[in-house]
């Protein structure tokens, strides 16, 4: 199912600097003891959100990049939303591959998360968020009309510097078997890209590990799931013993981007490392 554009979500900003929480693939459960690869992720959520909370920074945006549920469920789809609404920034967000729309939209609708895919961040900044979903297939793409939205949207606000925000890695992981499950037209994207220098970031999720790149003109960047991580630059699936993790990432006026990945300090989670897939 596409998800339709709706006017575009206004954000005044309280710093000269802008400030985004990247959080993605929280995987969640009805069932409170639901596991994914050994980790209890409504567990790691909670201390995920409890944590961000403790350090007490100010965020203008929060940015959540898909696979919210593991099980499909509204439940576990209104404990994303409550928990998230914790914060007072607006929760903008995208569809990942294991998502299922209906009840993604249902819930997030009923708890008054905005669905805007295009964020107008203070007078400078432009967030963009694309759908790269393909209905009950684990690789992404993003459509003719979702490029004609990143496309229309830059020549609408030529003045301001653009963050790009999509479910699946368009640059490739290096793990083998993630980068089958990409962003199929990746160098189309790329290429687009390219084109316009006013660029200044792309962020993904989907891959479970941090990453970072530079491309000609923008940082481009991967940010850690809130429970389990994928080993780096690993031919075969496995498992990492790194902790749950998010990304903060300040716009600054002149359009430089800083961004930093953290991680869980106060809670260990162990997972499964004797599994092969999932």
Request: some cysteine.
């Amino acid at each position: 199912m596409r998800l339709k554009l709706k006017k575009h979500l206004i954000v005044p900003i309280k710093y000269p600097t802008a400030k985004i929480l990247h959080i993605t693939d929280t995987h969640l459960f009805a069932d409170e003891d639901g596991l994914l690869l050994g980790i209890n992720t409504n567990a790691s959520f909670d201390a995920v959100i409890n944590e961000i909370k403790q350090h007490g920074e100010h965020f203008d945006l929060i940015v959540a990049t898909g696979d919210f549920v593991q099980d499909s469920s509204q439940l576990a789809y209104l404990r994303f939303a409550k928990s998230i609404k914790q914060f007072s920034a607006p929760c903008v967000w995208l569809a990942g591959n294991h998502d299922n729309c209906d009840n993604m939209r249902f819930i997030f609708k009923q708890q008054n998360l905005p669905d805007n895919k295009v964020v107008l961040l203070g007078e400078k900044w432009l967030v963009i968020m694309l759908n790269s979903q393909v209905e009950g297939k684990t690789y992404g793409q993003l459509s003719s009309q979702e490029l004609a939205l990143l496309t229309n949207t830059l020549a609408m606000y030529p003045d301001r510097f653009a963050m790009v925000f999509l479910h699946h890695h368009p640059i490739m992981s290096q793990c083998h078997w993630l980068d089958n499950h990409c962003l199929i037209n990746h160098t189309e994207f790329i290429n687009l890209i390219n084109q316009y220098p006013n660029i200044k970031g792309i962020g993904w999720g989907h891959i479970h590990q941090k990453s970072h790149h530079r491309l000609s003109h923008c940082q481009a960047f991967s940010t850690p799931s809130t429970c389990v991580q994928f080993k780096p630059l690993n031919h075969d699936f496995q498992v990492a013993n790194d902790l749950p993790g998010w990304r903060i990432i300040d716009l600054q006026r002149a359009g430089e981007i800083e961004t930093k990945v953290q991680h869980l300090e106060n809670i260990i989670f162990h997972p499964d490392m004797s599994q092969s897939g999932y």
